[in-house]
């Protein structure tokens, strides 16, 4: 059979992608540009017996979808950059708690109301650090409509298998912009659901590391009865100040992605073999990256492309290994110099790492790039 | 029989972090009692709670217990009942919680009239972090926050659900315990969102900064401004000055939240 194509818009491609990996339920608020993801889930997930919500804000939506995937609903809520702000309390909580939950950011510029419409990467760091306090990150930055797709299902995956808030991030040009979709058939792509319990209900704890650093979630409504809090917590779920009880639940939090590195982090290399200038970029900002490569090699220069699809946890080790060969990096994005800051510490100062920013609401184009490949080569 | 409240409770998890002389305590006593009296099941019973002594109370309740952010568990639960109508949902908080920095939660839950109960302690303080004045003290009283006196008007809660939309609206004190578990029980078997306002004290931040002598005495204040709605029909406005209403304050009947959604995935279903 042949298999479905579309032309259809990156933000409805991520819906559909929600949709792929098994989401039930959607809280959000309206913001641009991302309210395209909000309107595809409230057409579809009824159809599908799930659940769409439009809350009071956006603390409102992050917390109803904790609400919700607390009985099991694999769940999504969208929004940009002045509603991620707003959604930091309840990220945390989620982190804290350990509840899977799926947050689609569409990156405008910022900060405040900044530019509604314009694209930008400017959330890159919120994404790491908008909570408060020590935790976990998992975001994804796809670059084309077919990859948020996929990067989508695979954000669910992530929540799902290590119990915690995964971000997808595409910019405003990647979730607006329309392009040829193929759509995996149902069981092509991996979907992964969360470990439920298989211990006696009065055994359960929601904590419990015996089974490993991500222990099974249990579901209300189940025959599991459980207690759920944000303050710091022992196996089963209940406040303690116990200082190593904290300590050690602290670092397991952040151990379960540190630890797992090489299972979430996600790159492509392009012309990377004998690069001696090598561009490392995401989004949309990759695609200007790659037409700058390519004209580069035409003028014989050795270019490559690193391409982050994961940005949180950052392929640290990656661009370690690479800056011991390469003479430059060029880091172009749409913000003042957020990539390229995390870039230089992974580098170690092996090579110079060279940035080029924009926060005027526009792209940054293939020539720019190349200008500086050429500068630095 | 002495009635056995162990059959609620978690075992292990008291005492609790209430001060002698809360209110909160009696509070939950009527809430067991209510459970109770509807047989709601444990499995299938949610309970939400925000940030706040008041919301401590899920913590020792033998329940799928749900202790969220400050202000939020109105939200947190809408997410609950709605992906699993079938559960029940009882919502508990303070005063600050529910009205302050939960005011936008708590009146569209109101609005929504979202099949759950929510249980209002009003201590008239932030009682958690040592006594700030909250929308709810009076006008004049002393918090640590208002050292020359409160200069903010209160909400009456009630009157603030009604307006919002909610379909049931009780009020009653801790003074008058029994009646407590009536009001919350009644409240549970309504369909749509049901507020129940417990009118209670902090003696340790509330009552020592306003001049109250004793638990006692601030007891007896509920006691002597509580007019039962009833009663308060043959009463002069004069006489009701200072006076509040207990009882039964608000009932209808309107199309409940959940049930609406039902009728929008028959459609998204019909429309496929
Ligand atoms: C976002 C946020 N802001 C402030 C606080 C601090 N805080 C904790 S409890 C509380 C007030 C609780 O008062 P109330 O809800 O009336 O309950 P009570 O303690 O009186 O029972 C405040 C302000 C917090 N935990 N989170
Ligand atoms: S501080 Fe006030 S509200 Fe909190 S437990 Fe003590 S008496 Fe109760």
Known sequence: MAKKVAFMQGNEAAAHGALYAGCKFFGGYPITPSTEVAEVMSAELPKLGGKFIQMEDEIGAMAAIIGASLTGAKVLTSTSGPGLSLKQENIGYACITEVPCVIINVMRGGPSTGMPTGPSQSDVMCAKWGTHGDHPAITLVPASVQELFEETVRAFNLAEKYRTPVMVMPDEIVAHMRERIVFPEPGELEVIDRTKPTVAPEQYKPYDTQFGDVPPLAAFGSEYRFHVTGLNKMADGFPTTKAAVVQAEEERQVRKVEANVDDIVKFEEYMMDDAEVVVVAFGSTSRSARFAVNEARKQGIKAGLFRLITFWPFPEKQLLAISKKVKAFITPEMNLGMCTGVVKGCVEGNAPVHGIFRVDGEPINPTQILDMIKEVK | ?272
């Open chain 2, 1 to 272: 029989m002495a009635f056995d409240y162990d059959k609620y409770l978690r075992p292990g998890k008291l005492p609790h972090i209430w001060c002698p002389g809360c209110g909160h305590g009696i509070v939950m006593k009527g809430l067991i009692r209510a459970i109770d009296a509807c047989g709601l099941e444990k499995n299938n019973t949610a309970i939400v709670s925000g940030i706040g002594c008041a919301s401590r109370l899920p913590g020792y309740m033998d329940f799928c217990t749900l202790h969220t952010a400050h202000g939020r568990a109105a939200a947190f639960a809408t997410g609950v009942k709605m992906a699993k109508p079938e559960m029940n949902v009882i919502l508990v908080g303070g005063d600050g919680d529910g009205t302050a920095i939960g005011g936008n939660h708590f009146i569209h839950a109101c609005r929504r009239n979202i099949d759950m109960t929510y249980l209002i302690m009003n201590n008239n303080i932030y009682g958690m972090t040592g006594g700030q004045f909250s929308p709810c003290t009076p006008t004049g009283a002393k918090a640590s926050t208002t050292p020359y006196g409160n200069p903010d008007p209160a909400f009456d809660i009630a009157k603030l659900a009604i307006g919002a939309g909610a379909t049931f609206v009780a009020r009653g004190t801790a003074y008058h315990a029994t009646q407590i578990d009536k009001l919350i029980a009644e409240a549970i078997q309504h369909k749509g969102f049901s507020v129940v306002e417990i009118l209670d004290d902090c003696p340790t931040t509330y009552g020592r900064r306003n001049k109250f002598k004793s638990v006692i005495e601030m007891m007896n204040r509920l006691k002597e401004i509580a007019v039962p709605v009833k009663a308060a029909e043959k009463m002069s406005p004069e006489q009701l000055e200072g006076k509040i209403l207990t009882g039964v304050l608000y009932k209808a009947e309107k199309p409940e939240y959940t049930g609406e959604y039902a009728k929008v995935i028959e459609r998204a279903k019909g429309a496929k």
